[in-house]
C-alpha cells in the first residue's frame, strides 16, 4: 500500500496540499465546535499529517517535494506581514521604545530559562545551543543553533512545538492576564511564537497582527547576537 501511495506522491505535487488544507479546515471545525485549545487548527494539521505519513509508510522526500508550493506561499504570507506595518506605522513610531524594550527582554528571559533547565538537567551543550533559537522563525533560527554547533533537527521540533503552543495558548493567556493594549499583545505573541504565533495575532486583531510580525522579525535579527553570547555560558 505504501509504495502505491508514495509513487502516487511522486507524480501529484498537490496530494501534500490537499491533504494538510484538508486537516486544517478539520481543525477549524474542531476548535470552534469544542472552543478548546488543543483543537488548535495547526495543531489539529501537524498531528493528522504526522499519523498519516507513519500509518501509511510515505517518503517524507517525496512528500516534502509535493509541499514545496505551501512553503513557497509561506514565504509569500510573511512578506505580507510588512503591509499591515505600514499601515500600523503611526503606531510603530509612538510606541518604539516600548516595543523594542519588550523584544529584548523577552529574548534575555527566555535564554536564561533555557540556561536554568539545561543546567538543571545537565544537558550537553549541543542540545542547550539547540534550544536556543526555540522561539526564533525557522530560517533563523536553524542558522543559529548550526553556527553555535547545535543539532538543527532539534532545534526546528522545538520552533514547531514552541509556534503551535503560541498560535493555541495565546488567547487565553492574554484574557487570563488581562492584557488589553494591542501593542503589548503583538509583542508578547511575535517575540515568543515567531510566525506561527503571528498567525493567530492576525485573527486576534490588525495591530496586534502588524506588531507581531515586527516583532518576530526583530527577535530574530536581535536573538543571533544573544544566542552566540548566551552559547559561551554552558
Request: hydrophobic fraction near 55%; glycine fraction near 8%.
Amino acid at each position: 500500500m505504501h509504495e502505491i501511495i508514495n509513487d502516487y506522491l511522486g507524480h501529484s505535487t498537490y496530494f501534500a496540499i490537499v491533504m494538510s488544507v484538508a486537516y486544517y479546515m478539520l481543525g477549524i471545525v474542531l476548535k470552534r465546535k469544542f472552543k478548546l485549545a488543543i483543537f488548535s487548527p495547526l495543531i489539529v494539521a501537524s498531528v493528522l499529517t504526522i499519523v498519516t505519513i507513519v500509518i501509511f509508510d510515505i517518503d517524507m522526500e517525496i512528500y516534502n517535494k509535493a509541499g514545496n508550493y505551501i512553503s513557497f506561499m509561506l514565504t509569500a504570507a510573511t512578506v505580507c506581514y510588512g503591509i499591515l506595518l505600514y499601515e500600523q506605522l503611526e503606531i510603530l513610531k509612538s510606541n518604539f521604545k516600548a516595543i523594542t524594550i519588550g523584544i529584548l527582554t523577552g529574548i534575555v528571559i527566555t535564554m536564561f530559562i533555557i540556561l536554568g533547565f539545561s543546567i538543571l538537567f545537565r544537558l550537553p551543550h549541543d542540545q542547550y545551543v539547540s534550544l536556543l533559537p526555540k522561539n526564533i522563525t525557522t530560517a533563523i533560527g536553524l542558522g543559529i543553533s548550526e553556527a553555535n554547533g547545535g543539532y538543527p533537527s532539534i532545534t526546528i521540533v522545538w520552533i514547531l512545538i514552541t509556534g503551535n503552543l503560541g498560535n493555541a495558548i495565546a488567547e487565553p493567556v492574554i484574557r487570563l492576564f488581562k492584557i488589553e493594549e494591542p501593542v503589548a499583545r503583538g509583542v508578547a505573541i511575535g517575540s515568543s511564537s515567531h510566525a506561527v504565533g503571528t498567525a493567530k495575532a492576525l485573527e486576534i486583531g490588525a495591530v496586534e497582527g502588524a506588531i507581531s510580525g515586527l516583532s518576530l522579525a526583530v527577535t530574530g535579527i536581535l536573538s543571533v547576537v544573544v544566542a552566540a553570547v548566551f552559547a559561551q555560558l554552558y
